[in-house]
């Protein structure tokens, strides 16, 4: 039995159905330091323009931030995160018909993009941040990706640590979303991200790819955004721009070990990648523009 059957999303009004395909989530970064595309969408009219292109290439899902969490990154303050991002969602939301995510810690910032026409919140700190996150997803009752994190950006890469990591992850998503069930969230309305890069090792990465399968059991969906992060270049000593074609490889195992959401810079080539494989797999036909 295919272990994604079941799993619905719904968004604004739509429903996304993960059952019956992989959602790419195009990655739009609106900061001028984010690892691999920082300070390319700063402007509004290019960050809408990408956004659009995105679509055409294939993408189910927009995610615009405003807060760099590449490793060592600093907290940016509300004002500055509301003056990159809330403009960019409310004209995008205009331009497109898929929903559109909001990368966020802050509450108030989640608010304020899901009022101007966001459909999901991801917070990488699974609401642990800002107290605030779990009203604004039960008031809304909008999807909400919890990541798992181990420390903060700042200081998630020092010395991480864990027993089992791929069990350690299990045991946070079990607690949080007891927390959300017992705080009136919807258990439907969960996305589960195991973090890759966040307060990981490479064997940590590694060993997360590998046990992906084991995440499958809370039946919801699992997300995964490894899009050209460093634990590749330091396997294979490639720089960011050079990881490309490891990430869309590195996306097909996450979707063939169960992964339902790929978050991903590269949306067109990880889009081809997925349709032959599913083609593959289901003899699905799709239809090639």
Request: hydrophobic share 40%; proline share 4%; charged share 30%.
């Amino acid at each position: 039995m295919d272990k994604k059957s079941g799993l619905k999303l719904r968004c604004n009004g739509r429903l996304l159905d993960l059952s019956k395909k992989t959602l790419l989530m195009g990655i739009l970064n609106v900061t001028p330091d984010s690892f691999f595309d920082g300070g390319r969408y700063k402007s509004l009219d290019r960050a809408v323009e990408y956004a659009e292109r995105m679509v055409e290439d294939g993408a189910d899902i927009i995610d615009v931030g405003g807060e760099s969490s590449r490793p060592g990154a600093e907290p940016v303050p509300l004002d500055e995160e509301r003056k990159r991002v809330i403009p960019v969602i409310r004209k995008i939301a205009k331009k497109v018909k898929v929903p559109i995510s909001v990368d966020t810690c802050k509450a108030q910032i989640a608010r304020e993009a899901v009022d101007s026409g966001a459909g999901i919140i991801n917070d990488i700190s699974a609401m642990r941040m800002d107290k605030g996150m779990v009203k604004v997803v039960r008031d809304y009752r909008v999807p909400v990706c919890l990541m798992h994190m181990q420390g903060v950006p700042g200081n998630m890469q020092r010395n991480p640590k864990y027993g089992n990591v791929v069990e350690d992850i299990r045991r946070f998503f079990r607690k949080q979303m007891a927390f959300c069930r017992d705080n009136g969230i919807n258990e439907n309305c969960i996305i589960l991200d195991p973090g890759i890069g966040f307060g990981k090792t490479v064997s940590h990465n590694l060993e997360i790819l590998k046990g992906l399968d084991k995440f499958r059991s809370f039946g919801r969906p699992v997300l995964i955004g490894l899009s050209r992060k460093s634990f590749i270049g330091k396997v294979l000593g490639l720089e960011p721009d050079r990881r490309k074609g490891v990430s869309v490889a590195l996306n097909v195992w996450s979707m063939l070990n169960g992964a339902s959401i790929l978050r991903v810079h590269d949306v067109l080539e990880t889009k081809r990648a997925v349709m032959m494989i599913e083609t593959v797999i289901k003899g699905k036909k799709w239809k090639i523009h």
